[in-house]
């Protein structure tokens, strides 16, 4: 699967202009605008471990993101955006004792899109770039009575990819996609999907 996304990706980053098509009220280059919402899922081994002996985990929530970018062609295009994943979360408790913990993810992300026309203001997209992202870990445990709280935070760089479907009429733009976040920190691996629907303006 994963090797499938990526090949879609770089097949509409390199696809050749004489696929480009000049639709009527779709604007063949210029700045857009848009926020989409979604869902994010976490896939990490530590999570995948508290699950396996028994915590009560959470490795999805609702995600939310708003973007930029600037069409230099119908083929090619620049994208920066900002992204929310949410908040993943972990507890346990044996009646007496307990423990939670939360991990939130945030970041900046640019990519570079291609594009691949296919009819009437629709087109296939994929896309490569980084997201500098923030990660915010807090906790909780009470312990013979005693509550304790702690929390940390991490940064970085990290690639990440995706591919979708956009559709506009009348400047108007509508996108549906699937994004990959390959994220990792001192050696472990945290890998966001995010599906998410979008709404945007083509200047």
């Not at 009437?120 to 509550?147: C, E, N, P, Q, R």
Request: proline share 2%.
């Amino acid at each position: 699967m994963k090797q499938l996304i990526v090949t879609a990706a770089l097949a509409t980053l390199v696809a050749s202009p004489a696929f480009a098509q000049n639709v009527t009220g779709v604007p063949d280059e210029g700045f857009y605008l848009g926020a989409g919402i979604g869902q994010s899922k976490l896939d990490n081994d530590t999570l995948d471990w508290l699950g396996s002996i028994g915590a009560s985990t959470d490795d999805k929530d609702t995600a939310y993101k708003f973007f930029a970018g600037y069409q230099f062609n119908p083929n090619f295009a620049v994208e920066a955006s900002y992204l929310d994943f949410g908040d993943f979360t972990a507890s346990a408790s044996d009646g007496a004792d307990s423990a939670n913990i939360k991990l939130g993810v945030d970041g900046f992300g640019f990519a570079l899109v291609g594009k691949l026309p296919i009819d009437g203001g629709l087109s296939v997209f994929g896309k490569l770039g980084l997201i500098a992202w923030d990660a915010s870990l807090s906790g909780t445990a009470t312990i013979d009575g005693v509550t304790y709280r702690g929390t940390s935070g991490d940064s970085g760089t990290d690639p990440f990819y995706g591919v979708g479907v956009e559709y506009v009429v009348n400047q108007i733009m509508v996108r549906a996609e699937f994004e990959r976040y390959d994220l990792s920190d001192s050696g472990e691996d945290f890998t966001i999907d995010m599906v998410s629907a979008s709404v945007g303006y083509r200047f």
